[in-house]
């Protein structure tokens, strides 16, 4: 079974900084996905940035990238120029490809506060 | 388009009252999910479905039952509801292939005194 480790509950960073949140995961498997999904106080579930295993290059969505390093089995999420909105909490979430295609694995979360 | 559609947003059940958690996509997606959300949890997956007439348990499903007699709606029922069903409920659902974006519903707040 996989599993995911967000080991920080909690962040804050200065609105215009940049902020970098931690997630390791566990898994056997050689090709998945990798996601970071963003829970505004509203609790929509949002897709920040996917990662494919298989690619080596990471993902960029804007102001927010991840450094995916498949050996340390580590996929961090940076955001950069931080803004108030984006306080929210933040689940990083690990899927198998094949079988049941909705079955995402998802860490605890990290609750993020940007600070004006 | 409306997307995942989730109803009721809001329900206070007693303890042993029974209820059904609608979910709705018009996406024609084949793959539906249901989650929990608990404080300090994360998102645990209950049941699954992987095509109309196809369900599966995922990690959490005692207590909650589902069925897929369409594409388009994937119900889930608690049985007898009890205080640890005390939750907020998503339903996810996307296309087949492996990575494609899964989509969620908006929640539904459930509180059972």
């Known amino acids: 079974a996989q599993t995911v480790t967000q080991s920080q509950p909690e962040m804050s960073v200065q609105e215009a900084e940049t902020v970098t949140l931690s997630c390791t995961y566990d898994t056997s498997e050689n090709n998945y996905y990798l996601f970071w999904y963003k829970q505004p106080p509203s609790r929509q579930m949002i897709l920040v940035i996917r990662?494919?295993?298989?690619?080596?290059q990471n993902a960029t969505e804007n102001r927010f990238s991840v450094n995916f390093q498949k050996a340390a089995k580590s996929f961090s999420l940076k955001i950069s120029d931080s803004q108030l909105g984006d306080t929210a909490m933040y689940f990083c979430a690990f899927m198998k490809p094949g079988g049941a295609n909705s079955k995402l694995t998802f860490g605890k979360g990290i609750t993020l506060s940007v600070r004006p | 388009n409306a997307g995942v559609t989730q109803t009721p947003k809001f329900q206070v059940l007693k303890t042993g009252q029974s209820m059904t958690l609608q979910c709705a996509q018009d996406?024609?997606?084949?793959?539906m999910s249901w989650y929990r959300q608990d404080p300090g949890m994360g998102l645990r997956l209950i049941h699954y479905?992987?095509?109309?007439?196809?369900?599966d348990q995922g990690e959490v499903p005692n207590g909650y039952n589902v069925s897929r007699s369409t594409t388009e709606d994937f119900p889930l029922r608690l049985l007898s509801a009890a205080p640890s069903q005390t939750s907020v409920y998503f339903c996810a659902s996307s296309y087949r292939s492996a990575g494609n974006t899964i989509y969620f519903g908006e929640g539904s707040w459930l509180t059972v005194v």
């Open positions: 996406m024609n997606h084949e793959y």
């Open positions: 479905s992987v095509g109309a007439g196809i369900t």
């Open positions: 990662q494919e295993a298989y690619k080596q």
